[in-house]
């Protein structure tokens, strides 16, 4: 049976979690609209928040009459949350605070090995105040029952992540892949916000998604659903994917297949540049490196296609490489998808979209579910 100490808690939580995912600062009363409660009740829950220093309220701009108006921001002693997006030749660390303001604070390439871990645990620790409480991390690839990495284009085969995060660690790290991360961000903070069912794909090397059902992305019963990537869903191009699956859909989408159609073996995280060069050459109307983009193009409409008649998405986004994909060649993916889908959806196709996020999706999905650790009554015990 919950105590009122238990409803003031709860209540607390949720206006931290509304004040954090609000699209602009909210005022005592958009506040109390937002969580449905009164106005008193706002005024103590606020007035608790801030002496515990997890928020500010500061005066609004005044726009002429009446009684001046404050916003609800978060406290600057308040907490933060670390997140690292560890790309296969790359990482990225970054800084969330209360609203889901981000800042970069520090970037740098690795080995292509498990050694990355120690870069980030080192630039963690650079960086990391009293106020950090919690790291998410974004990784290029499945994570069987949470502990388990598989990185099949680095060769990184059942990487134990209870032995990379040790005790030095901050007090609460939480790992997932990256292309569920992205899809989570769009879905927080960007094209998928307010979506019922949506799909979400980040290309980089090769092509990752994630199903999302009312913004919240599914897991499956090894915490590894979403590697659409590794089925057939072009047919089928007669080579063996390093995962070890003949005909897999990644072998046509991402930056390994443009390097591959210009004679460049792809795998172990090199390349990324070329493949950036050889979507500029085709957008400057270089023949071959246009073909090359085309059939990336309609190798992933094709797949969207089949997907969409398991899945019936009301929306499909892209993050990374695919925001280009779908600048430069729009037409043929769409036209590639209608193909692919069964012929009564084709009068309503799902749209596609570019996502909002940016290719710092992964990074804003890691900032997110690490900031998640903040948003709970438990945690919020602890602190007042």
């Not at 560890?86 to 660390?93: A, K």
């Not at 085969?157 to 007090?171: K, N, T």
């Not at 979506?195 to 090769?206: E, N, Q, R, S």
């Not at 009301?314 to 069964?342: K, Y």
């Amino acid at each position: 049976m919950k105590t009122s100490a238990d409803l003031r808690v709860h209540n607390q939580t949720r206006l931290l979690r509304a004040v954090h995912d609000a699209d602009q600062p909210l005022t005592r009363a958009s506040a109390a609209r937002v969580l449905g409660i009164g106005r008193n009740t706002i005024a103590a829950l606020v007035g608790e928040l801030e002496t515990a220093g997890l928020l500010h309220e500061v005066p609004a701009a005044t726009t002429g009459r009446g009684r001046p108006t404050t916003l609800l921001l978060p406290h600057p002693r308040g907490p933060v949350a670390f997140a690292a997006d560890i790309r296969e030749d790359s990482w990225t660390l970054a800084q969330i605070e209360l609203g889901g303001r981000l800042t970069g604070l520090e970037t740098g390439e690795h080995d292509r090995t498990p050694a990355v871990f120690d870069d980030i645990r080192r630039a963690t620790r650079r960086h990391a105040t009293d106020r950090l409480v919690s790291l998410g991390i974004a990784l290029a690839g499945p994570i069987l029952d949470g502990r388990r990495l598989h990185i099949s284009h680095l060769g990184w085969d059942e990487v134990d992540l209870y032995e990379q995060i040790g005790d030095d660690w901050p007090p609460t790290v939480v790992v997932d892949n990256d292309a569920r991360l992205a899809g989570l961000a769009e879905a927080r903070r960007g094209a998928l916000r307010g979506a019922g069912t949506a799909l979400h794909f980040h290309i980089d090397f090769d092509i990752g998604g994630t199903l999302l059902l009312g913004g919240h992305t599914q897991r499956g019963a090894h915490n590894i659903a979403g590697e659409f990537g590794h089925m057939p869903l072009t047919g089928g191009s007669g080579l063996r994917c390093m995962c070890g699956v003949q005909g897999c859909w990644s072998l046509d989408v991402g930056t390994n297949a443009l390097l591959r159609r210009f004679g460049r073996e792809p795998g172990y995280g090199a390349g990324r540049q070329l493949g950036r060069e050889i979507l500029a050459r085709a957008e400057a109307g270089e023949a071959e490196a246009g073909r090359a983009v085309d059939d990336n193009a309609v190798a992933l409409g094709r797949g969207l296609g089949a997907l969409a008649n398991a899945l019936d998405p009301e929306a499909i986004t892209l993050s990374g490489l695919g925001v280009e994909l779908i600048r430069l060649r729009r037409d043929l993916i769409e036209h590639a998808c209608a193909e692919g889908l069964m012929e009564f959806r084709r009068a309503q196709p799902p749209r596609i979209l570019a996502g909002t996020v940016g290719e710092a999706g992964p990074l804003r999905g890691a900032a997110e579910t690490a900031f998640d650790a903040v948003l709970s009554a438990g945690w919020l015990r602890g602190r007042i």
